[in-house]
């Protein structure tokens, strides 16, 4: 077994740490415009957008936080507290321990605030100590940044490392019910948000989310499932077989990332070169990938349960070109690329193979997001 670790960096210098936080602070705030995009595209819809937009929120208030606890990285602070691991290999995302960690924090920060100054206390000292001493106040600095770290993770809507199922009604149909069922984990194999949509009927007696023994298991048996080497087909079986009742009839796995650039990671590749020749400005040498699997039931099927009864069954329709299907486990695979103009310049220029059927979705210096 590889050691992983190898590929892990942390930030040490507080300039790098704030450039690093501040391009992530302008990438999440892209992907919210791309979901837009991909809904006026027609691939998702209103309750679709709704649901990712939270997701990708999520991860934006993750970063935040975490920009808040590594404020003061690199500076003589009189206590050591560490600094940010990412991945500079496989994904360019926080190493999978730092959610834990934070996840760990969340528990804990009502009693580091009880024991912390208020923010207004902290800037009166600070001040008295600039003027005053002529002094830099480092260490209030770093108590202030600490209190601001612990008041993100209060206000909650952060992206964990394991964000539960939740379920959203779309209607009711002669006897059944269609949900929705939406959760995230973040991939400790590759350290990358992953999000999972399933649209399902429920032809139980109770409705699901009122439904006190189904309910937690669909929860439990989601949860457990959510590994990205599993294949979609595997796990919405797995769902089927699991459940005589509730009916799969559609599931999408989102990655989000991985994110390359040329001050931080080290991916190899054709984005590498494009964006070494490309020699964009701060803020706009970046580029992040997008993938989108889906899966679709293509019929039903029944099949005896005991003497006298039959269950439905979903059967998955497979990607049936040249029987990739069975490779990637679902219906279509869709990759795409957000990237910002001047790097997407040198990539129409270079035009490197592998790249004519990924999706482009350029952001302009103003902000707007055009679709190729």
């Not at 400790?188 to 006190?212: C, F, M």
Request: aromatic residues 10%; proline residues 5%.
């Amino acid at each position: 077994m590889s050691d992983t670790t190898r590929d892990h960096k942390a930030l040490l210098d507080t300039y790098a740490s704030r450039r690093y936080f501040r391009k992530f602070e302008r990438i999440t705030d892209h992907l919210t415009r791309v979901a837009g995009t991909r809904a006026a595209e027609g691939a998702l819809s209103d309750l679709d957008v709704s649901v990712m937009t939270r997701y990708l929120r999520a991860i934006s208030h993750t970063f935040r936080a975490l920009s808040m606890k590594y404020l003061l990285v690199g500076r003589e602070t009189g206590r050591f507290f560490g600094s940010l691991s990412f991945d500079a290999v496989e994904s360019g995302f926080p190493v999978f321990n730092e959610l834990l960690v934070m996840a760990n924090d969340a528990q804990q920060a009502q009693t580091h605030l009880r024991n912390l100054p208020s923010a207004e206390d902290l800037k009166d000292q600070m001040l008295r100590i600039i003027i005053g001493e002529r002094d830099i106040p480092v260490k209030l600095q770093f108590a202030l940044s600490q209190r601001l770290y612990y008041e993100e993770l209060l206000r909650g809507d952060l992206f964990w490392a394991q964000n539960h199922p939740q379920v959203e009604w779309i209607e009711n149909k002669e006897d059944r019910r269609r949900y929705l069922l939406h959760w995230a984990v973040y991939d400790s194999q590759v350290n990358l948000p992953t999000i999972y949509l399933l649209d399902l009927e429920d032809s139980g007696r109770v409705a699901l989310p009122k439904d006190e023994r189904r309910w937690p298991e669909v929860q439990a048996h989601l949860i457990a499932q959510s590994l990205g080497g599993l294949k979609l087909v595997t796990i919405a079986r797995g769902f089927d077989e699991s459940f005589d009742d509730l009916h799969p009839k559609r599931l999408r796995r989102y990655h989000v990332g991985p994110m390359y650039s040329s001050a931080f990671t080290r991916q190899s590749g054709p984005l590498r070169d494009v964006l070494e020749q490309a020699r964009a400005p701060e803020g706009e040498d970046w580029a992040l990938a997008w993938t989108v699997e889906e899966l679709l039931s293509e019929r039903v099927k029944e099949e005896r349960a005991g003497w006298f009864s039959t269950v439905e069954r979903e059967v998955f329709a497979l990607d049936p070109f040249s029987g990739r299907g069975v490779d990637t486990g679902a219906t279509r695979m869709e990759r795409a690329i957000i990237v910002p103009q001047r790097p997407f310049q040198v990539l129409e220029e270079l035009n490197p193979p592998g790249f004519a059927s990924v999706r482009k979705y350029v952001v302009s210096p103003r902000g707007q997001v055009l679709s190729y």
